[in-house]
């Protein structure tokens, strides 16, 4: 797998507080409801060892973006029910019935194709699959995401398939440690997402915010924040 920063100073579980303790105080400042927003802890690159660190925590929310090494993680800690793996990476096609099979909730859907995909490889003993749109609200070039014109055809699509369940928005802004800048970039994924609840979308989950800008996604409104970094270190 990957070369790991080990946790030997313990301080995983004092991060997870930490995090947890701003977002309740976040929802407090920017008048949300209590206990309104979820802590998906992002554990892409990180190690077997380090996500039981968390999950001994009482942690049991995890995000992944790469396939074969999720796989890999879920496949150990399958006898732990209660935990609930989410995809948030890029997908390829050849992926989606793996994706399909082995996690709840996929946040980056990205066209019609990697929809139609999912819903038909996701097996029907199963609930149907929980997915986001993935939104490119900062229009750079390369980025994954559609753009935001495009989100009513593509969620009523999603809509009329039965193994999946629109849940709502995920967005990955343009990097910037600017605070009014980052609110502007995802006050255009929450005006999206008011507007699928206005043309009667029963969407329940704008998923926003990282490491670098947990404070603002807050602020505009996010119900699931990813985190990896502040949680587990860098990456390396
Ligand atoms: C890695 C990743 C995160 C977590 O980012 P941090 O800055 O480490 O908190 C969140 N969302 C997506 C889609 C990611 O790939």
Redesign the pocket.
């Known amino acids: 797998m990957y070369s790991f920063i080990k946790d030997d100073m313990n301080t995983i579980p004092i991060h997870l507080q930490t995090i947890l303790q701003q977002i309740r105080d976040f929802e407090s400042r920017y008048d949300r409801i209590p206990n309104s927003v979820k802590l998906l802890a992002?554990t892409?690159h990180q190690s077997i060892e380090n996500i039981q660190t968390a999950i001994n925590a009482g942690h049991e929310l995890f995000g992944e973006?790469y396939l074969q090494e999720a796989l890999i993680k879920i496949e150990h800690f399958k006898k732990n029910i209660n935990l609930d793996w989410h995809f948030?990476?890029p997908i390829q096609s050849n992926k989606t019935k793996k994706i399909a099979e082995h996690f709840s909730f996929v946040h980056s859907v990205d066209s019609l194709k990697i929809a139609e995909l999912l819903h038909k490889h996701r097996p029907t003993y199963l609930p149907p699959l929980s997915v986001c749109i993935q939104i490119n609200v900062s229009g750079e070039k390369n980025k994954s995401g559609i753009d935001p014109a495009d989100v009513f055809t593509l969620a009523e699509k999603i809509n009329s398939f039965s193994n999946l369940k629109l849940r709502g928005l995920m967005t990955?802004p343009a990097m910037t440690d600017n605070f009014g800048a980052q609110r502007a970039q995802l006050h255009r994924l929450k005006l999206l997402y008011e507007q699928l609840i206005q043309k009667d979308f029963k969407i329940d989950t704008l998923s926003m915010g990282?490491?670098?800008d947990l404070e603002a996604a807050i602020a505009e409104g996010a119900t699931l924040v990813?985190?990896?970094?502040?949680i587990f270190g860098s990456r390396i």
């Open positions: 992002v892409k973006s948030i990476g990955v990282m490491t670098n990813r985190i990896g970094t502040a």
